[in-house]
């Protein structure tokens, strides 16, 4: 089993709707986790840092963690074409670098 | 402040030739790493370096891959001789420290195509 598992999709939603990307991991000891943005033909971006469990907003992007379920979720609301990219989560124990899920392709349809 | 800066963008080039990936890293940065991207694989990390000092290379593909970091402002990625499974984007991502509560910052990448 990899540490890091995400659906490498692709997913294709119309504009507004509510995008629902998700990782699962492993590694109980995980506890700083990431989300990027992937352009194409650009590097990753950080997107979304959360420390531990539970949520954090950030305009129309939500980050939520599980711990319990290993299990880290980010919620794009009202989806723009603008969002189209990949993107990646990424996590740590704090004690080693991050480890990156292989990305999950969005495309938001006008 | 200037990002992540690596060069070239592209390379194009037959197998056999070696090729010189180039990275310098935010400024003041303690770690450096060095990734390649494939649809199959995703995001493999090959080697993170600390203070100039590779930490970790166990991701180096074979003994045909080598980089190094000879100041805190720059490092390289080679590939002697190059084959065209070496195709793939390869990117380099710097951060204040590699124990991964910081978030990495990554360049442009290389997009490299072995012929």
């Known amino acids: 089993q990899k540490e890091v ?14 995008v629902s990307l998700n990782c699962t991991y492993s590694n109980s000891a995980f506890q700083y986790f990431m989300w990027y943005r992937q352009y194409s033909r650009k590097g990753p971006e950080l997107l979304m840092y959360t420390y531990s469990s539970g949520n954090k ?23 723009q074409p603008s969002d189209s990219a990949t993107y990646l989560c990424a996590m740590s124990s704090g004690n080693t670098p991050l480890v990156f899920g292989k990305g999950t392709r969005l495309s938001v349809i006008a | 402040d200037a990002g992540v ?14 090729v010189t990936l180039r990275c310098k890293p935010i400024s003041g940065h303690n770690s450096l790493f060095w990734y390649r991207q494939t649809m199959m694989r995703g995001l493999e990390l090959l080697i993170y370096f600390n203070n100039n000092v590779p930490i970790d290379d166990s991701g180096m593909p074979e003994d045909r891959f080598s980089a190094k970091m000879p100041n805190a ?7 002697q001789p190059s084959e065209p499974r070496d195709s793939a984007v390869y990117f380099c991502a710097s951060t ?12 442009d990448g290389t997009r490299l195509s072995i012929l």
């Not at chain 1, 598992?5 to 509510?18: K, M, R």
């Not at chain 1, 907003?57 to 989806?79: H, M, W």
């Open chain 2, 96 to 107: 204040l420290f590699s124990e991964g509560k910081q978030p990495q910052h990554f360049g």
């Open chain 2, 5 to 18: 800066i690596q060069s070239p963008r592209h390379e194009v080039t037959e197998m056999g030739q070696e």
């Open chain 2, 73 to 79: 402002s720059f490092s390289t990625l080679k590939i």
């Open chain 1, 5 to 18: 598992e995400q659906d490498p999709g692709p997913l294709s939603v119309p504009e507004g709707a509510i």
């Open chain 1, 57 to 79: 907003e950030d305009g129309r992007f939500t980050a939520q963690v599980d711990k319990s379920s290993k299990y880290i979720s980010l919620f794009i609301r009202d989806s």
